[in-house]
T-cell receptor, first 115, second 116 residues
Framework: SAVISQKPSRDICQRGTSLTIQCQVD?????MFWYRQQPGQSLTLIAT?????????ESGFVIDKFPISRPNLTFSTLTVSNMSPEDSSIYLC????????????FGSGTRLTVV | AQTVTQSQPEMSVQEAETVTLSCTYD???????LFWYKQPPSRQMILVIR??????QNATENRFSVNFQKAAKSFSLKISDSQLGDTAMYFC?????????????FGTGTRLQVTL
């Protein structure tokens, strides 16, 4: 399975600013997913990013708030825009192929604190 | 839409003992995959075990095994000979393969504490 490098691992940001999170995969993957995990909670899917097309967002998440880039099959970024304290969460990326019945690989997560 | 339910928010087990974590799901699909992920305090999501719905045989990975009851839509995880390193959040997940955007649906998680 793929190995994902995610950075930054953590950050403390001022409200109103933006943070871009990067995920680099060590092999080509068709799909990448971005999740939010609020403290003590499960993972909530933000969007699915396929190379060469716009990301598909889940209900409750919009592109203006969480723009995503997927320039190639090994890289993706998620930006958390105009942050507020409610955006304080762990953000995780994951990757998989269309034949990924083995389960998806996850990055190590970014712990974001907005003050 | 699929839902995944983990009814045990917290569990505790002594080292070397066996513990079973419960998971139920709801789907009308016949072809799907089920997973158990482990998330230790490091935040890293680690795949523990997977099960293909079309396979009747329960999956096993070393000390980890599942009891997959398709008719009952139940997918429990058994951890044998528990170790301190098993302390983590455990998430049950469902995936319906759609070819281009197969999403994972996660349960709410069970926090497992392994004690001496």
């Amino acid at each position: 399975s793929a190995v994902i490098s995610q950075k930054p691992s953590r950050d403390i940001c001022q409200r109103g600013t933006s943070l871009t999170i990067q995920c680099q995969v060590d092999s080509q993957v068709t799909m990448m997913f971005w999740y939010r995990q609020q403290p003590g909670q499960s993972l909530t899917l933000i969007a699915t990013a396929n190379q060469g097309s716009e990301a598909t967002y889940e209900s409750g998440f919009v592109i203006d708030k969480f723009p995503i880039s997927r320039p190639n099959l090994t890289f993706s970024t998620l930006t958390v825009s105009n942050m507020s304290p409610e955006d304080s969460s762990i953000y995780l990326c994951s990757s998989g192929r269309t034949d990924a019945n083995y389960g998806y690989t996850f990055g190590s997560g970014t712990r974001l604190t907005v003050v | 839409a699929q839902t995944v339910t983990q009814s045990q928010p917290e569990m505790s087990v002594q080292e070397a003992e066996t513990v079973t974590l419960s998971c139920t799901y709801d789907t009308s699909e016949s072809n799907y995959y089920l997973f158990w992920y482990k998330q230790p305090p490091s935040r890293q999501m680690i795949l523990v075990i997977r099960q293909e719905a079309y396979k009747q045989q329960n999956a096993t990975e070393n000390r980890f095994s599942v009891n997959f009851q398709k008719a009952a839509k139940s997918f429990s995880l058994k951890i044998s000979d528990s170790q301190l390193g098993d302390t983590a959040m455990y998430f049950c997940a469902f995936m319906k393969p759609t070819g281009t955007a197969s999403k994972l649906t996660f349960g709410t998680g069970t926090r497992l504490q392994v004690t001496l």
